[in-house]
């Protein structure tokens, strides 16, 4: 065991911009002490952090099904003290499903998660095939994702807990607290006689997942809850789900005000557009970080977009319905388009002015492409628009969540194409 420390962690200074991907492979593929006794790294892109103790290793998750023998290998390499407990910060695939390497060495690890994980768990035995598609789209996987659809696939909590647990392991604290933030069973993790925090991924060093345009109710309140939390306890290093981490108590609460900030402001505008009377149309179009907050790169929306947390805010306190009155028992899109395209002088001339718009009116010229390619989906020249026009708007588009769904356009339409 060598407690030779990779104190690099204060890089707070980071540009803003990039792409997800940037922050979230960081550097750190190998085990490293980040604090004494204190191990962390980055699988991929998801991290995982071990706190030796004299009773054996508290790992706080385990990363992914892929990276889980070089999570062993790596951490395996630094102790030989054995597992005693894993705590999930969620049950999300990339934090709860690396075990397997450890059980095969003979490890009984008590795994400890939020009672919400086993719901999780359970939701995802029946809706594999829906959330290999989400995936597929969302990060443009075709072959898609093998989900996990078997109980034995599966490492269930050995203990659960509602709110708050305490933990004692080689006579040390752990302080394990509830949270709802991007998903309703998050656990943060207080080591509080390191002065550490595992934050799981209430913090990404991104503008928060939370409002996936794909995927099930997100808490903008709650991981702002949580991060104000996380800035209460006295912590001295952060360490994240995703991306760095941070050191130093000032730069910890700082960011963690900042973002919560930013999610309050999001759910302000979003609510006060609901109190006055909105549509959802007109309540995006007032949704806004605000101008102080834009400059700190953790804030940057490169997975997820602030109007799409207030679509969030919009279905956790208002219903599905956007505001359009014919939007209530729409007629089908293929009916529309077939209409539009028809007053619009036929596919070609729709075809010829949603290229046009290319350039001054890109949201625009997508309907335009996708209405001619439903009109007449047999047409080669209105399957091209939707895969150029969809393309620059995927290469302009900042969150990956945006962008995936644009290529997911431009896939099918090259699919309709190689089908003739
Ligand atoms: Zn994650």
Redesign the pocket.
């Known amino acids: 065991m060598t407690d030779e420390i990779v104190n690099d962690t204060n890089n707070i200074d980071r540009a803003v911009g990039g792409t997800v991907f940037e922050r979230f492979f960081t550097g750190r593929s190998e085990a490293n002490y980040v604090a004494p006794k204190t191990l962390f790294m980055t699988a991929d892109y ?1 991290n995982l952090t071990v706190f030796e103790t004299d009773d054996g290793l508290v790992m706080v998750d385990c990363g992914t099904l892929e990276t889980a023998p070089k999570v062993y290998e790596e951490i395996r390499k630094h102790t030989d003290l054995p597992l005693h407990t894993v705590i999930y910060t969620h049950g ?1 695939l ?2 709860a499903f690396g075990l397997q390497p450890w059980l095969d060495a003979g490890e009984k690890p008590r795994i400890i998660a939020h009672e919400n994980v086993v719901q999780r768990f359970k939701s995802y035995m029946r809706t594999g095939p829906l959330n290999s598609h989400i995936n597929k789209v969302q990060f443009g996987i075709e072959a898609g994702l093998k989900w996990p659809e078997t109980s034995g696939e599966f490492f269930w909590p050995d203990v659960t807990y509602r709110n708050q647990l305490s933990l004692r392991v080689g006579g040390e604290r752990f302080e394990l607290f509830h949270a709802k933030g991007e998903t309703d069973d998050a656990t943060w993790v207080w080591a509080a006689e390191r002065s550490i925090v595992c934050t799981g ?1 209430l913090w990404e060093e991104i503008l928060p997942n939370c409002g996936n345009p794909q995927k099930v109710q997100r808490y903008p309140e709650g991981w702002a809850d949580a991060l104000e939390a996380i800035a209460s306890v006295d912590a001295k290093l952060l360490l994240p ?2 991306g760095q981490p941070i050191e130093g108590n000032e730069q910890i609460r700082a960011c963690c005000h900042n973002v919560a900030e930013a999610l309050r402001a999001i759910v302000r505008q979003a609510l006060d557009g609901l109190n006055s009377g909105k549509n959802h149309e007109e309540i995006m179009q007032s949704i806004q970080i605000p101008e102080q907050l834009k400059q700190f790169f953790y804030i940057d929306p490169l997975y997820d977009r602030p109007e799409f947390i207030a679509r969030n805010v919009i279905r956790q306190y208002g219903g599905w319905w956007d505001g359009f009155s014919s939007h209530l028992l729409p007629a089908p899109m293929r009916e529309q388009s077939a209409v539009i395209t028809e007053l619009a002088g036929g596919t070609e001339a729709m075809i010829e002015k949603a290229y046009q718009l290319a350039d001054s009116n890109l949201p625009l010229a997508c309907h335009l492409a996708e209405w001619a390619a439903l009109a007449e989906p047999d047409n080669d020249k209105a399957q091209q628009c939707v895969i150029d026009i969809f393309n620059k708007r995927a290469e302009g588009e900042i969150s990956l969540m945006g962008r995936g769904i644009f290529s997911h356009a431009v896939r099918q339409a090259e699919k309709a194409l190689a089908a003739k």
Do not use: A, K, N
């Open positions: 998801v999300h990339d934090h991924d789900g995703h």
